[in-house]
C-alpha cells in the first residue's frame, strides 16, 4: 500500500493523542483544582498523570484519531475514498471532509493542552517558553521533512533560491505569531490568550486599511468595536490576567495579520505555486525557515544563556519531554489537516468552523486545565468572538440584501 500525505498525517494525530495521554486529560473541575487522587492541584495532577476514567478517556480519544486514520489509509486521500464509493459523499453526508473538521479542532484542542503542559512543566513564563517554541517548529519540520522522504508520501518542492527569500517574510511572521502566542500561554491562562487573538481581524484590517492599502468595507469596520468589547469584558475579571499575556497575544495577532498580507503577495509570484507543489510543501518550508529564524533570537535572550539548565531539564522531567513532543506534532498535525479542511469549503462554510473551533477550544481547555470560566468572560467571550463571525460574513449579507 502507498503513503501518502494525508494518511500520514492522520496517523500523526494518533501519535501524538497516544503521547499526550499518558499527562492528560481529564475534563473536570472543582475549585480551580482537577478531580483526581486526594484532590491534587492541577498542575500535580498533570505531572504525574490522571488515573481511572481520564486514561481510559484520553486512550478512547487516540482510538478514535486511529480509527480515522485507517479509513482515509484504506483508500488512500479522502477524494478517492468519496471517487470509488460512487459520490463525493454518504447519504449526503462528505465523510472526509467530516474527519478532517474532527481532527482539525481535536488537534487544535490536544495542542492548546499539551502546551500549557510543557510550559508549567519548564516554569511557565519565567521559564523556557521561547525555548519550547522553536523546538515546536523544528520537530514539526522534522516531520515534513520525513514526508518529503518517505516513498510516495509527498513530492518535493523544486523551489529556487530566490523564491526562499521570497518566503522569509511569511516564515518570520508566521514564527513571530507562533513565539508570541506560547509567551502569551505561559504567562497566563489559554482561555484568556484565546480570547485576545480572537481579535486578530482588528489588527488584520488596520494593517490591510492602512499599510497594505487594501480597502476594508464600512460594514467590517463596524464589526470590530464588537470584537475589541467582548475581549475587553473578557478581561475584566480574568484572574490570570497579566500584561505580558495581553501583549504577547496582541503581538501574535499583529505577526499573523501582517503574515496573511505578505502571504497574499507571495502567492502572486509568477509559477511559485507549481514549483511548491502544493500547501502542504508551502507550510513545511514554512515551519523550516521559521524554526531557522527562531534559533538566534532565542539565544539572544535570556533564555539562551540558560539552554544547558533546559536541557537538564528535559533530561529529567517527563511531564516536559513527552508533553513538547507531543504538542510539536499535534501543532504541526492540525495545522496540516486544517489547510486540506479550508481547501474543500468556502468561506462562509470556513467562518463557521474557525468560530466553532475558538468556542470549543476555550471552554474544553479551561475545563480541562481548571481555568476561570465565570460569566463575565463567558459573555465577554461570546460577544468578541461573534464579532469575529459577524466580521467574516458581512459583506456577503450586505452584498445579499441590496442584489
Known amino acids: 500500500m502507498k503513503l501518502n500525505s494525508i494518511t500520514l498525517t492522520l496517523a500523526l494525530a494518533s501519535t501524538a493523542a497516544c503521547l ?9 473541575r472543582s475549585s480551580g483544582t482537577i478531580s483526581g487522587r486526594r484532590g491534587h492541584q492541577a498542575s ?67 495542542y492548546n493542552i499539551t502546551n500549557k503542559l510543557a510550559l508549567k512543566a519548564a516554569g511557565g513564563a519565567s521559564g ?48 513571530g505569531a507562533h513565539s508570541a502566542s506560547v509567551f502569551s500561554f505561559s504567562a497566563g491562562s489559554v482561555s484568556f490568550g484565546q480570547i485576545v487573538k480572537a481579535a486578530e481581524p482588528a489588527f488584520a484590517a488596520v494593517l490591510s486599511q492602512f499599510v497594505y492599502k487594501k480597502k476594508i468595507s464600512k460594514a467590517k469596520w463596524l464589526c470590530l468595536p464588537i470584537v475589541i468589547g467582548g475581549v475587553i469584558l473578557a478581561s475584566v475579571n480574568e484572574l490570570d ?9 496582541c503581538l501574535a495577532n499583529a505577526f499573523a495579520a501582517v503574515r496573511g498580507n505578505e502571504n497574499k503577495k507571495l502567492m502572486e509570484t509568477e509559477g511559485l505555486k507549481d514549483r511548491l507543489g502544493g500547501v502542504g510543501n508551502q507550510f513545511c518550508i514554512t ?36 508533553n513538547m513532543l507531543a504538542s510539536a506534532l499535534w501543532f504541526y498535525g ?4 486544517s489547510t486540506m479542511t479550508l481547501k474543500k ?57 441590496t442584489a
Open 44 to 110: 500535580a495532577a498533570f505531572v504525574h498523570g490522571p488515573r481511572g476514567d481520564a486514561k481510559s478517556s484520553a486512550s478512547s480519544t487516540a482510538l478514535s484519531a486511529s480509527s480515522s486514520s485507517s479509513a482515509l489509509a484504506a483508500g488512500g486521500d479522502g477524494d478517492a475514498v468519496m471517487t470509488r464509493r460512487g459520490g463525493a459523499a454518504i447519504g449526503g453526508i462528505d465523510i472526509p471532509l467530516l474527519l478532517y473538521f474532527g481532527l482539525w479542532y481535536l488537534g487544535n484542542y490536544y
Open 241 to 249: 490576567f497579566a500584561w505580558s499575556a495581553l501583549f504577547s497575544a
Open 334 to 337: 492540525y495545522n496540516e489537516v
Open 345 to 401: 469549503t468556502n468561506a462562509v462554510t470556513q467562518s463557521v468552523a474557525n468560530t466553532a473551533k475558538r468556542v470549543i477550544v476555550i471552554v474544553g481547555v479551561a475545563l480541562v486545565l481548571g481555568e476561570s470560566l465565570d460569566f463575565m468572560k463567558l459573555l465577554g467571550c461570546s460577544i468578541g468572538i461573534g464579532g469575529v463571525f459577524l466580521y467574516s460574513i458581512i459583506d456577503s449579507l450586505v452584498k445579499a440584501k
Open 128 to 175: 523556557f517558553p521561547l525555548t519550547i517554541s522553536a523546538l515546536q517548529l523544528g520537530i514539526g519540520s522534522l516531520y515534513g521533512i520525513f514526508l518529503w522522504l518517505a516513498p510516495d508520501a509527498r513530492n518535493k518542492p523544486s523551489v529556487t533560491l530566490d523564491d526562499i527569500v521570497k518566503m522569509l517574510p511569511v516564515a518570520l511572521c508566521y514564527a
Open 287 to 322: 515551519s523550516i525557515l521559521g524554526f531557522l529564524l527562531t534559533i538566534p533570537f532565542v539565544f539572544f535572550t535570556s533564555e539562551g544563556a540558560r539552554f544547558g539548565e533546559f536541557v537538564k531539564l528535559l533530561k529529567t522531567s517527563s511531564a516536559l519531554k513527552t
Open 20 to 28: 499526550g495521554s499518558a499527562y492528560s486529560l481529564s475534563p473536570v
